[in-house]
């Protein structure tokens, strides 16, 4: 909210449902963009206890709320409390974003497209055609997987170490995915962690996903993780004069997504990117 802000009867209402929800980055990003594009509204933490994700969604029917930001533990509930999912939130069995669509209230997933849109974005590089190597295999990497394939990537290789989570996420692009091992990093175009190795305070701060000299010169290094926001992957690679990106991006474009399906205004993606990036430092 800018200091300016006047907050009427008629200021529209969004937020992010989790529990816990206080350490969410969605607040500061989506009221920086409502107020750099002039959108009457406010964007708020709603504390939803676990079980309780339809009351949640009840409340955004009853309030008329914008819409809402879904995040654990109630990705997979709000599946069945709204009048229906996106065919992307369907296959992923997760909802990440609640939007109105006429008098429906509609789930959808927008991980994947932010993860798409932010390579396109800020690296000018089309999944089209290229092979992508994704390590990890939970939420995020099956998101990941789920829209790369969708963007006909022309290889979706999957690497985790639990190898029956693999084949699930893989079979989340199901033209060209395939589970491999870490030798298939040498051959890729794009590289993405998925994992929490190399995320700021935990006890994998200093964790590496695999070794980055193997990947070849060309490679596109990703990591999800956005604190910090030179992971150890992402020195490594950098240091090697890899191109790489790290977890902003695709926080910010996934929020991006959604802010369009809520107001239907392009999403001031520049002035979102940089509350995040405040927002990270913040709390450093
Ligand atoms: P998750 O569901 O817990 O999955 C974690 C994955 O990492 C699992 O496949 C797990 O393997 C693997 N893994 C964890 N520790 C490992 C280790 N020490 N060695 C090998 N594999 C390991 O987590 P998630 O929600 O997908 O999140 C993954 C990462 O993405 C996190 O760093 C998160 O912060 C980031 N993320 C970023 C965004 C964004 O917008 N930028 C959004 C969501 C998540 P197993 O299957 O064998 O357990």
């Known amino acids: 909210m800018s200091s300016d802000q006047v907050i009427t009867a008629a200021t529209a209402i969004a937020g992010v449902i989790g529990w816990p929800v206080g350490h969410s980055l969605s607040p500061a990003i989506h009221n920086a963009a409502f107020a ?9 933490g709603l504390p939803v206890p676990p079980g309780q994700a339809g009351d949640a969604v009840a409340s955004m029917r009853l309030f008329g709320w914008l819409g809402l930001s879904v ?16 065919d992307t939130a369907g296959q992923l069995a997760s909802v990440n974003c609640v939007f109105r669509e006429g008098d429906e209230l509609v789930g959808d997933s ?3 497209a932010g993860f798409v849109n932010g390579l396109r974005a800020e690296l000018g590089v089309e999944v089209a055609g290229r092979s992508v190597a994704v390590v990890g295999a939970g939420g995020a990497a099956r998101a990941v997987v789920h829209a790369v394939g969708a963007a006909e990537a022309s290889d979706v290789i999957v690497v985790n170490r639990t190898l029956q989570r693999a084949e699930i996420a893989a079979a989340l692009a199901p033209a060209t995915g395939r589970v491999g091992t870490v030798e298939d990093l040498r051959s890729v175009d794009i590289v993405v962690n998925a994992t929490p190795m190399g995320m700021a305070d935990t006890d994998q701060a200093a964790a590496l996903p695999f070794d980055v000299s193997i990947v070849q ?6 990591d999800l993780i ?9 020195v490594a690679a950098q240091a090697r004069g890899l191109r790489t990106q790290n977890g902003v991006s695709m926080l910010v474009h996934q929020a991006a997504v959604a802010f369009e399906l809520w107001t239907g ?14 927002a990270i430092g913040s709390r450093s």
């Open 36 to 44: 750099e594009v002039g959108v009457d509204g406010i964007y708020v």
């Open 71 to 86: 995040t654990m533990p109630h990705k997979f509930d709000v599946m069945s409390a709204v009048d229906r999912v996106t």
């Open 110 to 112: 927008t991980d994947g």
């Open 217 to 222: 010169d060309e490679a596109v290094v990703c």
């Open 226 to 234: 956005y604190h910090p926001s030179a992971t150890p992957l992402l």
């Open 265 to 278: 205004v392009a999403a001031p993606v520049e002035t979102m990117t940089a509350a995040a990036a405040r």
